[in-house]
Nanobody, 124 residues
Framework: QVQLVESGGGWVQAGDSLRLSCAAS????????MAWFRQAPGKEREFVSV???????YYADSVKGRFTISRDNVKNTVYLQMDTLKPEDTAVYHC??????????????????WGQGTQVTVSS
């Protein structure tokens, strides 16, 4: 089991960049797929990106080309580099750990461990 703590959120203007970090404690970090989800007020939790244990990556269409996910298995940390931010990216961003099958990587129910979230606010 791992525990997750996100950091790096903040308030930025449209077009700016932010890098989110998710630090994991506990064992077997490298064996987990690590994902980022986000939730805006009044909306359901939305898949953003995932990086598998072999570092394969997948992105939501809404962030493809703007966001980059990466992981450092020595530091037990996963990152989300967010460039060219838009107001519609405003949300609480959560990282999650799990072992989903490929067809379910976008399903939050496939992830058993979640961080507390970090707020990202993008103004126009």
């Amino acid at each position: 089991q791992v525990q997750l703590v996100e950091s790096g959120g903040g308030w930025v203007q449209a077009g700016d960049s932010l890098r989110l970090s998710c630090a994991a404690s506990g064992s077997s970090f490298r064996s987990y797929a690590m994902a980022w989800f986000r939730q805006a007020p009044g909306k359901e939790r939305e898949f953003v990106s995932v990086i598998g244990s072999t570092s394969s990556t997948y992105y939501a269409d809404s962030v493809k080309g703007r966001f980059t996910i990466s992981r450092d298995n020595v530091k037990n940390t996963v990152y989300l580099q967010m460039d060219t931010l838009k107001p519609e990216d405003t949300a609480v961003y959560h990282c999650a750990a799990g072992r989903p099958i490929l067809s379910s990587i976008r399903d939050p129910n496939m992830y058993g461990t979640w961080g507390q979230g970090t707020q990202v606010t993008v103004s126009s």
